[in-house]
């Protein structure tokens, strides 16, 4: 079965991936692959470009444009969320995400869960074959391997598990840690796989080195130290997220956060932007274009470079332009004109890289949220001077001052946990955080704004925290070949 197994993915490698040019027919086990010259890197790169290569699915040839983790990871986020608005009825699944009318058959989700295991099937193969302890390089490699595998893990829970703090007994995800794992399994519980997250996150971060000399769209110690961060947070473990967040704010790698100058162009320039951790890299040979793009359905320049159907949501707007002088209004473009009958208010922060729109390398991990995670510990260890400070360092970088920098004299009657919630929702707008950070904190979704959702005879206008298609169904193609497994209600 070993075997069967790893000759697949080698030609699932070869085949897929951009970055693998090794021959099938070369490679029948893994062995092999080890003893090629830099073989376990360029396996590795070839896990990377799963991020964006677009595969055959569901009997479908592959060059479904729409179909990519990128795309769905971002958009099954935000579309989600309270930060935008729809202007017009959809085919696209999107649709499906914004309306909460979610199908077990629904594309974009089943496509995000086949894709995230076919990574992990890839990092596993590395994981069970490459020994480490024997050279610097190897040992990089490899902790990438389990960096990549706890990310794509994370994101599978975000998507289809309830939050951490909603309870650890409750379903979780199939959790995938070998090559020789049986195909029938079933879902581990969520405490489950968030302890396997943070132990995999753990060996990455001993197993590479300080520095980034792959580059920034590659896992690096740094990047596994905001992950994990992140994944402290979510988990309740408020001392630990104030840890590792202040490894990462007090790194020696030269990672600091934009400048107001700076700020704007940082989006369109990720790759070589000052404040970036972890990067998907997308150059003008993977660009998609107006079918494929994050920021397709947010903004087009009039060439029809884009679909343009999802607008900065009323809430957003209101809370972003109570301050005119914030560089970050500068991110939605307010046209005067309208779209099926709603203001334009296009979304510009997936926009112009390399002069393109809609190209754009999103920031999976950036400095920003780390302070802004480490801001939300603090105000729930009680710290509320440290959680302040840290707001403002992030309100100050945008261009506030004076009395538009908190103090607890001045924070009126929010309190510093709702300070921090407002402030992460504008700096992290349309970055996939917002949903996830209103459902584990238990908030109530507000959409009481314009948009189809108003008009298509749904009325829950304000959803629920606890509401069950605040995840995603289990897609069938998973129940279809592991019966064991329990689909969400």
Request: hydrophobic share 35%; net charge negative.
């Amino acid at each position: 079965m070993k075997n069967i197994i790893i000759t697949s993915i080698i030609l699932t490698l070869s085949i897929t991936s951009c970055n693998l040019d090794i021959a099938p027919t070369n490679l029948s086990t893994i062995d092999a692959l080890l003893e090629e010259e830099g073989g376990i890197a360029t396996a590795t790169n070839g896990t990377y470009a799963l991020f964006k290569d677009v595969l055959a699915f569901r009997g479908q040839e592959a060059g479904n444009l729409n179909n990519d983790y990128t795309r769905h990871l971002y958009q099954m986020s935000e579309f989600a969320s309270d930060n935008v608005m729809y202007t017009q009825f959809s085919g696209d699944p999107l649709y499906l995400v914004f309306t909460r009318e979610h199908i077990p058959d629904q594309e974009n989700s089943s496509y995000f869960w086949f894709i995230a295991y076919r990574m992990i099937l890839g990092t596993n193969l590395i994981i069970a074959n490459a020994e480490t302890g024997v050279d610097a390089d190897t040992d990089q490699i490899v902790g990438e391997n389990y960096f990549l595998r706890a990310l794509a893990s994370h994101d599978l829970l975000r998507f289809f598990a309830k939050p951490y703090s909603h309870g650890r007994e409750n379903p979780g995800i199939v959790l995938r840690t070998s090559i020789t794992d049986e195909n029938i399994k079933a879902r581990s519980t969520v405490g489950e796989g968030y302890d396997q997250v943070v132990a995999d996150l753990l060996k990455a971060e001993e197993l590479m080195s300080d520095g980034n000399s792959r580059g920034v769209e590659f896992g690096s110690k740094l990047a596994a130290q905001a992950l994990l961060a992140r994944v402290y947070l979510e988990m309740e473990e408020h001392d630990l997220a104030i840890e590792y967040a202040d490894k990462v704010i007090n790194n020696n790698q030269g990672v600091k956060l934009a400048s107001n100058s700076e700020y704007l162009d940082n989006f369109a320039n990720t790759p070589s932007s000052s404040e970036s951790i972890f990067v998907i890299k997308f150059t003008l040979q993977d660009h998609r274009g107006k079918n494929g793009s994050i920021g397709s359905m947010y903004y087009d320049d009039g060439n029809g470079t884009g679909w343009g159907e999802v607008f900065a949501s009323e809430s957003y707007l209101d809370a972003i332009r109570s301050n005119p002088e914030d560089i970050r209004n500068e991110l939605v473009l307010s046209t005067g004109g309208t779209k099926s009958g709603y203001p334009i208010h296009y979304i510009t922060k997936f926009s112009g890289q390399d002069g393109i729109v809609n190209l754009s390398s999103p920031q999976y991990l950036r400095l920003s949220e780390t302070y802004l995670i480490r801001a939300e510990a603090y105000a729930k260890k009680g710290q509320t001077q440290e959680a302040l400070n840290d707001v403002n360092i992030i309100r100050e970088r945008a261009g506030l001052s004076g009395d538009k920098l908190y103090t607890t004299d001045n924070i009126g009657s929010k309190s510093v946990l709702e300070i921090v919630l407002d402030e992460k929702r504008i700096e992290m707008a349309f970055e996939g955080q917002r949903y996830h950070d209103l459902v584990r904190n238990k908030i109530d979704l507000n959409r009481n704004y314009i948009g189809i959702h108003n008009e298509n005879g749904d009325t829950r206008t304000v959803i629920p925290w606890d509401d069950d298609r605040s995840i995603f169904f289990i897609p069938n193609i998973e129940l279809v070949t592991n019966p064991s497994v329990v689909q969400n209600q």
